[in-house]
């Protein structure tokens, strides 16, 4: 999108002030050095907005690594790095979203997906410890380390719930592991799981970034892969902060990329079967592969800004766990790649790429003993082709305003949140919806998702009758066919509703995808129940007929 994220072009003399300052203690190097052995890099920065930032703004121990290229240079992962010159990004995007309290479940009662049908229709995942809604982006590493459902309560905050209100810095300015002595990844605490694995720490920060090979794979030389103990990677105390800025800014250019290696993956491969690959207009990227320390890394730079690509890094279906094979039966462990996977695909798609493509599904239910899919949080599938999209509105639009500096000029906020936060820039804007006011803006947004609430209410009674009703055919002794069948009706019901489950706009980024999958959940439910009780009745007949 022309508009998403507009990166504010600093003069040379500014840039070089700022670099010089950050070099204090390191002179800076002639680029034409350091261009000798990285094309990509000479490539990028040589022609980009960054032509003018010395290498030591962002890389420190350069003196040793020109004169021993074995002595890897530092790398500042940190805001504060691109904060140096971007100040008003810098400081938007530390800003703290209290619209909603930290640790705010989605299985309360009034929430997305509240109990008691929740823990029901999810026994045997972890996610039924805590399931948090979102807070603000620069917190996305701490609370991942902090839920109940991921690390079993070992890595807690210093000062007990007085971490809510501390203003976003590095995880273990807050944290501290109870458990230091091992990093072993087992439950501390009563009630809590270990769900959190290498992978899904890729969405939380990259800060480990040049440690980790493309899709995760071991490699030699790469201090973490797929198969690294999570808790052994944030002891390492190099995952410090979320969100990093270089997610979405190419650090050596200023242009837009993306570094999520299991997107680039879903982007570029030959079945061309994304959501972006049927688009006739999206946007073009090109693949690098920057790779120096043995092992291949790549990023993916974007012909123009696209949030549904950029902000697709993380605001995506994907699957981050190992599982079973559903067509051996076998278990599927990270050594496979498939456990690094996007399919950008809409919810519609979801049962066939799982189940007949990939041939893979998360967990086990504990009632039915059937397999099922674990969401993710699927906005940016579910935006693509809805009616905002067509109209060219973008994520950046609604949830980051545009205002004005101290410095009177007009800048993308990076203060990423709902636009009931900013009703009159989002909504009210670009002349869409002529005579509606802030009132009506919000109302709007409610009633919308007030109704897919209710029919997200709908679909899990029937779910839940779906899950009682097989039970019941196992106890009855039905035959494994018949119960076959049936756990697949109910695969098919759930997949149709626990995707809105996840995706975190209550379906307001596209309310007619949201009731056409919701409403056909319940229809997948009732064709199961009705398996089971053509089965029942069709077992009790002779019984009946002999009295």
Same mark, same amino acid.
């Given at each position: ?51 003018? $930032? +010395?290498? /030591? ?6 003196? *040793? !690594?020109?004169? &021993? ?126 769900? $959190? +694995?290498? /992978? ?6 990259? *800060? !480990?970034?040049? &440690? ?127 456990? +690094? ?207």
């Amino acid at each position: 999108m022309a508009n998403f994220i507009t990166v504010i072009a600093m003069s040379a003399l500014f840039m070089l002030f700022a670099s010089s300052a950050m070099a204090a203690q390191e002179k800076p190097v002639n680029p034409k050095t350091c261009y000798e052995c990285h094309d990509v890099v000479k490539e990028l920065h040589a022609g980009g907005k960054h032509k003018n $930032v +010395n290498c /030591v703004s962002c890389h420190s121990g350069l003196k *040793d !690594h020109l004169a &021993d290229s074995s002595k890897r240079p530092v790398v500042d992962t940190s805001w504060e790095a691109c904060g140096q010159c971007h100040k008003n990004q810098h400081d938007t995007f530390l800003q703290v979203s209290k619209h909603r309290p930290a640790r705010d479940e989605k299985s309360q009662l009034t929430n997305r997906a509240p109990n008691p049908y929740w823990d029901k229709l999810m026994m045997g995942h972890g996610f039924t410890k805590e399931h948090g809604l979102t807070r603000s982006h620069p917190f996305m590493l701490l609370d991942q380390l902090v839920v109940d459902r991921a690390f079993g309560g070992r890595f807690q905050p210093k000062n007990g719930w007085e971490y809510v209100n501390n203003k976003p810095g590095k995880v273990w300015d807050t944290i501290v592991d109870k458990e230091p002595s091992t990093d072993d990844q087992k439950a501390f605490m009563r009630q809590t799981a270990t769900t $959190v +694995n290498p /992978v899904c720490l890729q969405c939380k920060t990259q *800060d !480990h970034i040049l &440690d980790w090979a493309y899709m995760g794979d071991p490699k030699a030389g790469a201090p973490f892969s797929r198969a690294s103990k999570p808790v052994a990677m944030v002891q390492s105390k190099k995952l410090q902060h979320g969100l990093n800025c270089f997610y979405c800014h190419d650090p050596h250019s200023a242009k837009p990329r993306i570094v999520r290696d299991a997107l680039i993956q879903a982007l570029t491969r030959p079945e061309a079967d994304t959501l972006w690959a049927k688009d006739p207009n999206h946007t073009k990227i090109k693949v690098y592969d920057m790779g120096m320390r043995g092992y291949t890394r790549k990023i993916a730079i974007l012909e123009k800004y696209d949030s549904r690509l950029q902000c697709g890094q993380c605001h995506v279906e994907y699957n981050c766990n190992p599982g079973t094979d559903t067509k051996t039966g076998e278990k599927v462990t990270f050594a496979d790649d498939r456990t +690094n996977h996007f399919p950008y695909k809409d919810v519609f798609q979801l049962y066939d790429h799982y189940e007949n493509q990939i041939h893979m599904l998360d967990f086990k239910h504990a009632l039915t003993g059937g397999l099922l899919w674990k969401a993710q949080h699927p906005e940016s599938e579910t935006y693509y082709n809805s009616a905002h999209a067509k109209a060219g509105v973008g994520c950046d639009t609604c949830h980051m305003e545009k205002v004005k500096g101290k410095d009177g000029k007009t800048f993308t906020s990076h203060y990423a949140v709902t636009p009931k936060e900013h009703i009159k820039s989002s909504c009210l804007t670009g002349g869409c919806h002529k005579g509606w006011n802030e009132k009506d803006a919000v109302y709007a947004i409610d009633s919308v998702k007030a109704y897919t609430k209710g029919k997200m209410r709908k679909a899990e009674f029937w779910i839940d009758r779906l899950i009682d009703k097989i039970v019941e055919g196992k106890k009855a002794g039905l035959d494994a066919a018949v119960i076959k069948q049936a756990q697949d009706q109910h695969l098919r019901a759930h997949i149709l509703w626990e995707y809105w489950t996840a995706e975190n706009s209550d379906g307001f980024h596209n309310p007619e995808m949201a009731r056409e999958s919701l409403t056909q959940s319940v229809d997948e439910s009732m064709k199961g129940i009705k398996m089971i009780d053509d089965a029942l009745a069709a077992k009790a007949a002779p019984a009946a007929a002999a009295k």
